[in-house]
């Protein structure tokens, strides 16, 4: 009698442990699948950048509305930079676009200092990560953005020299400045510092 006791415990037993075990792999194989999806979608970046009238950064080509001109600012050896548009969206990004102009009659190397100082974006290539926006009202200074993957948020891959007569279309993206900013000084390389309307 004992011994028929004894044994219908370890029945019992080893059945709670069967089943315990049963419930716990069908928690996690359930739970895994969503939460690995989920995480999934929050670590993925996008280039493009939210409210930019041009094409996303990784093609290095963008289309600014050229209707408006904001501010011309001359530059190094007669490339002038042309800004059509600073835009505050909803997302909290300032988008700046407009376009490099060759106006002189030689070619115009690209020099390397546009990309920036930092070797984690000299990945994506030649880009305007160097591009700065001063709030002087604020004290303060904005960088481009950068994405998921440390990419800069602007027009980048471009060709390294702008030909004569030609121009080189780009946007830039920042964090916004408070709305009670109006206007901010654009500061890049090889120009004077330029201020900007922020509509």
């Known amino acids: 009698m004992t011994i028929g006791y004894a044994g219908a415990v370890r029945r019992a037993g080893v059945a709670a442990l069967l089943a315990t075990t049963l419930v716990f792999t069908v928690a996690a194989c359930g739970g895994g699948g969503d939460g690995s999806e989920a995480q999934g979608d929050k670590t993925k970046g996008s280039t493009a950048p939210a409210g ?5 950064a990784s093609d290095g080509k963008t289309v600014p509305d050229t209707t408006t001109v904001l501010v011309t600012a001359k530059g190094d050896k007669g490339v002038d930079m042309v800004i059509h548009t600073a835009n505050r969206d909803s997302g909290g990004f300032l988008t700046v676009s407009g376009e ?3 106006t002189s009659g030689n070619l115009f190397s690209v020099p390397p200092q546009w990309n920036g100082m930092e070797k984690d974006v000299a990945a994506s290539g030649n880009s305007l990560a160097a591009m700065t926006l001063v ?4 004290k303060k200074r904005y960088y481009v953005l950068r994405d998921t993957d440390n990419r800069p948020l602007t027009t980048t891959g471009y060709d390294p020299a702008i030909k004569a007569g030609e121009s ?3 946007f830039a993206q920042f964090p916004a400045p408070p709305n009670t900013t109006t206007s901010v000084d654009l500061q890049f390389v090889g120009f004077p510092n330029t201020p900007i309307e922020i509509s």
């Open 168 to 170: 080189l279309p780009f």
């Open 100 to 102: 490099f102009k060759n």
């Open 135 to 138: 709030d002087s009202k604020e």
């Open 52 to 56: 930019s009238t041009g094409s996303p």
